[in-house]
């Protein structure tokens, strides 16, 4: 109406000064107020543009008609967009805001230094007047930070490693690849309650902003991982990231030289992600903070602080000049801060051989032991590897029998999924195998414990706090020393030799025998 106003009335050379007044008048009285996001700002990607468009895909893909559709490079998923002179309403705290794709053809190509695309591409906001104030920043930075989830929903997550080929040298620390690791909580086979207790603690971290803020506490956690091999220690690490859809960062300490190139590597971390050191226990020599009362070194405990020095530089300490304080500067000093969202997770097989430096309450704020499979984990091993639920479980009788025997037989999930595994269409033949084996096991261990007796080691009560794993775990080491010794003695009188001089030289505990 008012452009056929404007060509009947006014002659030629008064119409670009009326539009212009028609314009200011139109937007003076209107109750709404605009804002265009181009695509291009200057000669510069605008960044919030890209943001809107992740952010109304997800309602574009449920409500348009006539949609755009694109993949990102890396991405998992397709993204929907809006066509030309698309529109959408969106609702954000109860107020309503109009958004309209708009395409026109470039008029010209000015002089830029790289080639500008030939269509104009915006988006334009419409808001009224009134909630302006209201929404407007708040908005802004929902739609950046929930495009940021988006983006990183859709893309792989990337598993990154020092030991790939990067160089600290070079500004270039880390190598990456796809992390496409299928592990999830619900394949992962532990004990329920703990399970949830770990993806609650994983939640309250993620969405714990404002707890961290309030509190001065820089946004990190740390899990310590400990357990035999094969209790699913790496498969927890990868269901974490899915779950938390979090990068990882796998760090070999023995690739570290020094605390500046660790410091390095950390800054080059991006937030949002898991910084691993898996068996830490080998990786370094981090017993080097004495420990009171410590024994001498196996010689397998001497050949790998050997491994582990001769990869790195003399230090005072006379091992590496990559020290333990250095690495706890790493996960707890002002330097673990220059990032936020991020979680250290650090594994050992062996936790009586970890400084207690590492140990102590408040360092890692979760010690998650990974111990051989129970009932409630063989219950999800079955579901999985040959599909038995719920429902079956309790009937079958082989499942029965292994509930009597699974704790005492102390396997791990991997030894238990590797029979599964091997049968997993032969359900009967799957179940038979693995109670054998279980009892087996159990046998073995029964055995042991008789022998452990005869020696006067006695078990008291079941533990469960670290310290009290780390003594069972030096407790058991030393039972397992003298029953093999038993064993050794067993023999030595069934086939008849004399050797009690021998044995009885290697200790003192086969006297009771
Ligand atoms: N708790 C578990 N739940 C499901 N699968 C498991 C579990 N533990 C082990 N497995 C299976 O065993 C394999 C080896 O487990 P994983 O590497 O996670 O153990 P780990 O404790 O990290 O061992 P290591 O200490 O030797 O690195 C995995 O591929 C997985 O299939």
């Known amino acids: ?6 060509h009947s009335v006014f002659p030629p050379e008064l119409r670009f000064a009326a539009s212009k007044f028609f314009n200011k008048f139109f937007l003076w009285f209107s109750p709404y107020c605009y804002y265009d996001i181009t695509e291009i700002d ?33 991405a998992t998923s397709l993204t929907f967009g809006l066509s030309s002179s698309g529109s959408i309403i969106d609702n954000f705290n109860g107020i309503t805001v109009w958004w309209e794709h708009i395409v026109t053809q470039r008029q010209s190509q000015s002089f830029s230094w790289r080639p500008l695309p030939e269509e104009k591409r915006g988006f334009t906001l419409k808001i009224k007047k009134k909630d302006k104030s209201l929404i407007l920043d708040s908005y802004l930075d929902h739609i950046l930070s929930k495009a940021n989830e988006i983006r990183r929903k859709n893309q792989d997550r990337l598993l990154y490693t020092n030991s790939g080929g990067g160089s600290v040298d070079r500004g270039h620390p880390w190598e990456s690849v796809a992390f496409k690791h299928p592990s999830t ?35 990190k956690r740390g899990y310590l991982l400990y357990g035999p091999p ?7 690490i990868a269901a974490m990231a899915n779950f938390l859809g979090y990068d990882i960062y796998d760090l070999e300490l023995t690739e570290v ?21 898996e068996d830490i226990d080998c990786s370094i020599n981090l017993t080097n903070r004495s420990k009171p009362g410590r024994k001498s070194q196996t010689p397998l405990e001497t050949e790998i602080t050997k491994v582990a020095g001769s990869n790195s530089s003399a230090g005072p300490d006379g091992g590496s000049s990559m020290t333990l304080s250095g690495l706890l500067n790493f996960t707890d000093g002002l330097w673990s801060c220059c990032g936020s969202e991020r979680i250290f997770i650090f594994t050992t097989n062996h936790i009586e051989k970890l400084d207690p430096a590492l140990l102590r309450s408040g360092r890692m704020d979760m010690h998650i032991h990974m111990s051989f499979c129970s009932f409630e984990a063989l219950k999800v091993l079955l579901k999985n590897y040959v599909g038995l639920d719920e429902k079956d479980l309790l009937k079958n009788e082989f499942v029965k029998g292994m509930e009597q025997v699974i704790d005492d037989a102390e396997m791990t999930p991997a030894d238990i999924s590797e029979i599964l595994i091997k049968n997993r269409r032969k359900k009967e033949k799957a179940l038979k195998e693995l109670l054998e084996s279980l009892e087996r096991q159990h046998n073995k261990k029964k055995k042991l414990i008789s022998g452990g007796e005869a020696v006067g080691f006695v078990k008291e009560e079941k533990s469960s706090s670290t310290e009290d794993v780390v003594e069972e775990e030096e407790e058991k080491r030393e039972l397992e020393k003298q029953v093999e010794y038993c064993e050794e003695l067993e023999n030595c009188t069934k086939e008849g030799h004399e050797s009690e001089v021998e044995v009885t030289q290697k200790t003192g505990a086969t006297e009771g025998i």
């Open 230 to 236: 094969g209790t699913g220690k790496s498969s927890m």
């Open 185 to 219: 909580f619900e394949t992962l086979a532990m004990d329920p309650v703990k399970k949830s207790e770990i993806m609650d603690d994983l939640l309250s971290f993620a969405e714990g902003e404002s707890f961290y803020q309030q509190t001065g506490r820089a946004w």
């Open 257 to 277: 030289n020094t605390n500046s190139d660790l410091r390095t590597l950390l800054m080059k971390t991006t937030s949002k992600s898991i910084i691993v050191i």
């Open 42 to 74: 200057g000669v510069n990607t605008n960044e919030l543009y890209n943001a809107v468009q992740l952010y109304l895909s997800t309602y574009a893909s449920v409500t348009g008609n006539r949609l755009s559709l694109s993949k990102a490079l890396n």
């Open 1 to 6: 109406f008012c452009q056929s106003l404007l």
